[in-house]
């Protein structure tokens, strides 16, 4: 979905091109512009590819503003692609492939009557998220090395370990090592991830345990976080996919950590 901020639709590929790029800039830092239009004859188009190499997700995004009337078919793409390496969250980057054909899109307006493009529909189309076990310890490091180091604690020797335990979900465990002063801790934090129809991620069970007292202190101030995410469902897509229905979502967990979906008619 696409909030174009114009009341009307663009007459041209080269202003819809522009938009697009508007767009992605308002959820994405992105070191250049990112959209490229083909147009076999206006409105219908050959191409439209998304690169997100190096893009960064801006923090805190408002929910975007969905159309708030009817919506209309407005354009025909032979092929969709986004795609993008070292795409920032956070603390972990991740990697997106995008691919549909015979794309059909769709607009509306929002509550300000400015023109919103959605996917409407296509004849196949796949959708790829994938990140490596390495960011997400590094992530999970610099999470816990920041909260431990208000209270003088230093975390060190991060590893995580996943298992699948379904087609959309892995079980989880984080071992990392606590050391205050002369006296060190192994701590162990677990739970479970699952992805739902939507490419919503949930976490649950969630549960820390530390060897001896540093190892106790250790999961004192990092419970309270666990138990704000504990049951939290968070998208794992800056960019919605429209009205389109994914379908086969899968999780895989290896040495990257990899969620598939299909989609199209």
């Known amino acids: 979905m696409f909030p174009l901020h114009t009341k009307d639709f663009p007459a041209t590929a080269d202003a819809l091109e522009h938009l697009l790029n508007e767009?992605?800039?308002e959820v994405l830092i992105l070191p250049r512009d990112a959209v490229q239009v083909q147009e076999a004859h206006y409105p219908a188009l050959t191409q439209i590819a998304v690169t997100l190499d190096r893009a960064t997700v801006r923090p805190n995004l408002p929910k975007p503003r969905p159309s708030a009337g009817k919506t209309k078919p407005v354009l025909e793409v032979q092929q969709l692609s986004i795609r993008g390496e070292e795409i920032s969250t956070g603390p972990a980057k991740v990697s997106l492939v995008l691919d549909a054909r015979e794309v059909r899109l769709n607009s509306g307006t929002d509550e300000n009557g400015d023109v919103v493009?959605?996917?409407d529909g296509a004849t196949d189309g796949s959708v790829e998220l994938s990140t490596t076990n390495s960011e997400l310890e590094a992530a999970i490091g610099e999470i816990a090395k920041r909260e431990a180091g208000k209270q003088g604690v230093t975390i060190e020797d991060v590893r995580l370990s996943l298992h699948e335990?379904?087609?959309r979900s892995v079980q989880a465990e984080t071992t990392l090592r606590a050391r205050k002063l002369f006296f060190t801790a192994v701590v162990r934090i677990a739970g479970s991830l699952s992805i739902d129809d939507e490419l919503n991620a949930t976490l649950s069970g969630l549960q820390c345990n530390g060897e001896g007292a540093i190892g106790s202190?250790?999961?004192?101030?990092l419970e309270p976080h666990l138990r704000k995410v504990e049951g939290r469902s968070f998208a794992l897509?800056?960019?919605a996919l429209g009205d389109i229905r994914l379908r086969d979502v899968?999780?895989?967990a290896n040495d990257n950590v990899t969620v598939r979906?299909?989609?199209g008619s």
């Open 165 to 167: 335990t379904g087609p």
């Open 23 to 25: 767009s992605l800039r």
């Open 237 to 239: 897509m800056a960019l």
């Open 250 to 252: 899968r999780l895989s």
């Open 261 to 263: 979906a299909e989609f």
């Open 117 to 119: 493009l959605g996917i």
């Open 217 to 221: 202190m250790a999961c004192g101030f």
